[in-house]
C-alpha cells in the first residue's frame, strides 16, 4: 500500500505542474498578442523613418561632392574596437531562447578575437548577465528589467551613452544581437549594425520622387538629428521583437511541459492500477490460503 501512496502522491503533483505550465502557457499567450500589436505599429514608424533617412541621406550624396561625408556613416574598414549589445529575458522558462542568442554572442567574441578586435560587451536582461558574470566575462554596461518592459525613453538613454562613444572614436563599430519574433511557433537570431549606419539598408543611389524640401546648411543637422532617432528606435523596436519572441517561445515550452505532464499522468495511472491489482490479487491469494489452512 506504501507503494500505491507513493504514486497516487505523485499523480496528483505532475497534475499541479499541468496546471500551473497551462495556466503560464496562457498568460504568455495573452502577453504575445498584446506584444505583437505594439510591433506591428513599431515596424510602420521604423519603416517611415528609414525612408526619410533615406531620403536625406541621398540628397546629400547627390549635392556634396565628396560623396555623403557624416561621422555615422563611416565605415571604418579594419576596426580596432566593437561594442557588442545583446538582449536576453529577465527570466527563464522559455526553451533554447535565452541560450540561442548567447550562443551568436560567444561566437562574435570569438571571431573579432581571431581578429584581434577588442570586444566591449553591453547586456540588457538578467539571463545574459548572469551568464556572463558566472564565466568572469566583463560587460560594460548592464540592464536588467528593460526587456521586460520596454519603454523609450529608457532605450534611448542606453543607447544614447554607446552612440557618443561611438561618436568619439572610443569605438568603431556597434552591433545588436537579439532573438527576433518570426511567428508564434519559431524565432530567429538577428544581428544588426547600429553604427555606422548600414546603408546597404538604405538605397542611396535610388531615384528620388519626394518633394521634401531642405536648405543645404540643414542637412547635416537634419541627418544627425534623424540617426540619432533611427538609433534610439532601431534598439526599442528591438527590445519589443525580443520580448515577442520570448512569449512565443515561453508559450511553446510551456505548451510541451503540459503535454509531457498529461503523458506522465498517464503512465502514472496506468502504474497505479497496475499496483492496485496486485495489492488486491494478493489480499484475495491470502484470504483463499487462510480459509484453506481452516479445512
Keep these: 500500500m506504501a507503494n500505491l501512496k507513493e504514486i497516487k502522491r505523485k499523480i496528483g503533483s505532475v497534475k499541479n505542474t499541468q496546471k500551473t505550465t497551462n495556466a503560464m502557457k496562457l498568460v504568455s499567450s495573452a502577453k504575445l498578442r498584446r506584444t505583437e500589436e505594439l510591433a506591428k505599429r513599431s515596424r510602420v514608424y521604423a519603416a517611415k523613418l528609414t525612408e526619410l533617412l533615406n531620403e536625406i541621406a541621398q540628397k546629400m550624396q547627390k549635392t556634396s561632392e565628396e560623396g555623403l561625408d557624416n561621422v555615422y556613416f563611416r565605415e571604418v574598414k579594419n576596426p580596432k574596437v566593437v561594442d557588442i549589445i545583446f538582449i536576453t529575458a529577465d527570466k527563464g522558462l522559455c526553451g533554447g531562447f535565452n541560450a540561442q542568442t548567447i550562443k551568436r554572442v560567444n561566437q562574435l567574441i570569438e571571431s573579432y578575437k581571431a581578429e584581434n578586435v577588442k570586444i566591449r560587451l553591453r547586456a540588457i536582461g538578467r539571463k545574459g548577465i548572469d551568464y556572463f558574470k558566472f564565466n568572469n566575462v566583463e560587460l560594460n554596461d548592464e540592464v536588467i528589467g528593460l526587456s521586460a518592459a520596454p519603454d ?144
Design 152 to 295: 523609450y525613453a529608457q532605450a534611448a538613454e542606453f543607447i544614447s551613452e554607446v552612440s557618443q562613444a561611438y561618436v568619439n572614436g572610443e569605438t568603431d563599430k556597434i552591433i545588436m544581437v537579439h532573438n527576433g519574433y518570426v511567428n508564434m511557433i519559431s524565432q530567429e537570431i538577428r544581428e544588426d549594425q547600429v553604427l555606422p549606419v548600414d546603408t546597404s539598408k538604405l538605397e542611396l543611389s535610388a531615384v528620388s520622387t519626394s518633394e521634401l524640401e531642405v536648405e543645404p546648411d540643414d542637412d547635416d543637422t537634419l541627418l544627425d538629428a534623424l540617426v540619432k532617432r533611427y538609433v534610439e528606435y532601431s534598439i526599442y523596436y528591438a527590445l519589443i521583437d525580443s520580448l515577442a519572441a520570448e512569449h512565443s517561445a515561453r508559450m511553446q515550452a510551456m505548451d510541451a511541459a503540459t503535454k509531457n505532464a498529461k503523458e506522465m499522468v498517464k503512465t502514472l495511472t496506468v502504474a497505479y492500477n497496475k499496483a492496485r491489482q496486485e495489492a488486491i490479487t494478493t489480499e484475495l491469494i491470502e484470504i483463499i490460503s487462510g480459509m484453506e489452512s481452516m479445512k
